[in-house]
């Protein structure tokens, strides 16, 4: 069974960083492309970054570009978000998610909260 | 980005009759390889979303057979023959043919 489970979610000021862990298991981590998803209240679902399985290329919508980086540990079967310069907009429940095309595959998520 | 359309935002729907969904894109989501990366996703209230359908009209193991996908290029359909009570949420349309992924506004089903 495929289980993804989150964590490094938490509140924190404008500016601030955070890093969150997705540790994956029930399946060929990394053969995998993964991916963080997030959720706000007002925006709906967004794609925030895909990393490859093939050879760990970086992918990330504009909104995020420059101040996120993900990154895998293919021998901890572990994917990761590094949320730096953080905007009160980036308030969401991120999601990692296994695949690129069409995610079968989501975590229970974890809250980001961006505020002061 | 491609933008993907849905309608209606809100389904008020009787327990045993018919639903649907659209899902227009922007572009056409056939990729390059001749597959059509359009998907449906179901997130009922506090959970995560569960992907019902993969490439237009496969159902995922699992889902009933009373939710079908249809469509072709850029326009997309989600049929629910018949309502039932535990179908109460939310369905996203997705694309994953072009960078970056996108979804649909979401639409809420919720019974009359």
């Known amino acids: 069974e495929v289980q993804l489970l989150e964590s490094g979610g938490g509140l924190v000021q404008p500016g601030g960083s955070l890093r969150l862990s997705c540790a994956a298991s029930g399946f060929t981590f990394s053969t995998y492309d993964m991916s963080w998803v997030r959720q706000t209240p007002g925006k709906g679902l967004e794609w925030v970054s895909l990393i490859s399985g093939s050879d760990s290329r970086a992918y990330y919508v504009d909104s995020v570009r420059g101040r996120f980086t993900i990154s895998r540990d293919n021998s901890k079967n572990t994917l990761y978000l590094e949320l730096n310069s953080l905007r009160a907009e980036d308030t969401a429940v991120y999601y990692c998610?296994?695949?690129?095309?069409?995610?079968?595959?989501w975590g229970q998520g974890t809250l980001v909260t961006v505020s002061s | 980005d491609v933008v993907l359309t849905q309608s209606p935002l809100s389904l008020p729907v009787t327990l045993g009759q018919p639903a649907s969904i659209s899902c227009r894109s922007s572009q056409s989501l056939v990729y390059s390889d001749g597959n059509t990366y359009l998907n449906w996703f179901q997130q009922r209230p506090g959970q995560s979303p569960r992907r019902l359908i993969y490439k237009v009209s496969n159902r995922d193991s699992g889902v009933p057979d009373r939710f079908s996908g249809s469509g072709s290029g850029t326009d997309f359909t989600l049929k629910i023959s018949r309502v039932e009570a535990e179908d109460v949420g939310v369905y996203y349309c997705m694309q994953g043919t072009h960078w970056p992924r996108t979804f649909g506004q979401g639409t809420q089903v919720e019974i009359k």
């Open positions: 998610v296994a695949g690129s095309s069409g995610p079968r595959d």
